[in-house]
């Protein structure tokens, strides 16, 4: 147990809930090194792993209605009645995946200037204002669905990948480290939609942040016995 992290101080102290985030995750250089050691492998197939978010999202009525809601069921650009996956408005938001996933992969660890990134990602999705548009937003539980989604398919990917480019072992290390960092991303989504609740120490581990931590200890666990049965490493 690590005394470093308390309650009063985490809910209070932006750059330490940060911290205690990471320690319990156990991310650290070692997955950086694992993320950045993905991207060539992972570039050439980003704009089909984009593709099909959008098609699972267009999928399901609830996450669709997010998109026609926002931006109308014409687009602009096109003059097109039917909002769909090649309508201008949804490339756009494609090529916001696309740089999410590269600064995931590439990003700024070392400054810190990834993590400011992905706390804004949280954010948009959860009411902020934003300089070109109404704020937006997308309830939790389907955030969380995509992420466990992606997680899926990044794993598939990864294995996919000849061991000629990316031996076992670094594949192993390849997947826990996406693991981590969807969960740090996670986090950030779920912190940004607990602003007006009552304050974490009032309402001690009852809610989402010790939930969510304890989940991905488990999932860790689980894909770590998994790799040891599918491998024998
Ligand atoms: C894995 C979970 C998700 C990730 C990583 C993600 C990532 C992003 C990123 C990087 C942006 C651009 C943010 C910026 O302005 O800098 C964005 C915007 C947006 N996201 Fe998500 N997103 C997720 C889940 C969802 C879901 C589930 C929906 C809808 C059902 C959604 C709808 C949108 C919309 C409509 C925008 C555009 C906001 C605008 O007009 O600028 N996102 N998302």
């Given at each position: 147990?690590?005394?470093?992290?308390?309650?009063?101080?985490?809910?209070?102290?932006?750059?330490?809930?940060?911290?205690?985030?990471?320690?319990?995750?156990?991310?650290?250089?070692d997955d950086i090194q694992a993320l950045k050691s993905a991207g060539p492998v992972l570039g050439p197939v980003l704009p089909n792993?984009?593709?099909?978010?959008?098609?699972?999202?267009?999928?399901?009525?609830?996450?669709?209605?997010?998109?026609?809601?926002?931006?109308?069921?014409?687009?602009?650009?096109?003059?097109?009645?039917?909002?769909?996956?090649?309508?201008?408005?949804?490339?756009?938001?494609?090529?916001?995946?696309?740089?999410?996933?590269?600064?995931?992969?590439?990003?700024?660890?070392?400054?810190?200037?990834?993590?400011?990134?992905?706390?804004?990602?949280?954010?948009?999705?959860?009411?902020?204002?934003?300089?070109?548009?109404?704020?937006?937003?997308?309830?939790?539980?389907?955030?969380?669905?995509?992420?466990?989604?992606?997680?899926?398919?990044?794993?598939?990917?990864?294995?996919?990948?000849?061991?000629?480019?990316?031996?076992?072992?670094?594949?192993?290390?390849?997947?826990?480290?996406?693991?981590?960092?969807?969960?740090?991303?996670?986090?950030?989504?779920?912190?940004?939609?607990?602003?007006?609740?009552?304050?974490?120490?009032?309402?001690?581990?009852?809610?989402?942040?010790?939930?969510?931590?304890?989940?991905?200890?488990?999932?860790?666990?689980?894909?770590?016995?998994?790799?040891?049965?599918?491998?024998?490493?």
């Open positions: 147990m690590s005394s470093r992290f308390k309650e009063e101080e985490i809910s209070k102290n932006k750059q330490l809930r940060l911290e205690y985030v990471k320690d319990f995750v156990e991310f650290d250089d792993l984009i593709d099909q978010v959008y098609f699972k999202l267009f999928s399901y009525d609830p996450t669709k209605q997010v998109f026609v809601q926002r931006y109308g069921s014409l687009d602009q650009a096109t003059g097109e009645k039917i909002l769909t996956l090649d309508s201008s408005a949804i490339k756009g938001r494609k090529d916001f995946l696309t740089r999410w996933v590269k600064m995931i992969i590439a990003g700024d660890y070392e400054s810190g200037q990834i993590w400011k990134y992905m706390e804004r990602v949280g954010v948009v999705h959860a009411g902020a204002s934003l300089k070109h548009g109404p704020p937006l937003f997308v309830c939790l539980r389907d955030c969380l669905l995509l992420f466990g989604w992606l997680e899926t398919i990044l794993v598939k990917t990864l294995l996919d990948v000849p061991d000629s480019m990316l031996s076992i072992e670094e594949k192993a290390r390849t997947i826990a480290a996406f693991n981590k960092v969807l969960w740090i991303q996670a986090e950030f989504f779920s912190h940004a939609q607990e602003k007006d609740q009552p304050p974490r120490s009032e309402i001690l581990m009852s809610k989402p942040v010790g939930f969510a931590l304890m989940v991905v200890a488990l999932s860790t666990i689980v894909t770590a016995i998994c790799w040891k049965l599918a491998t024998g490493i």
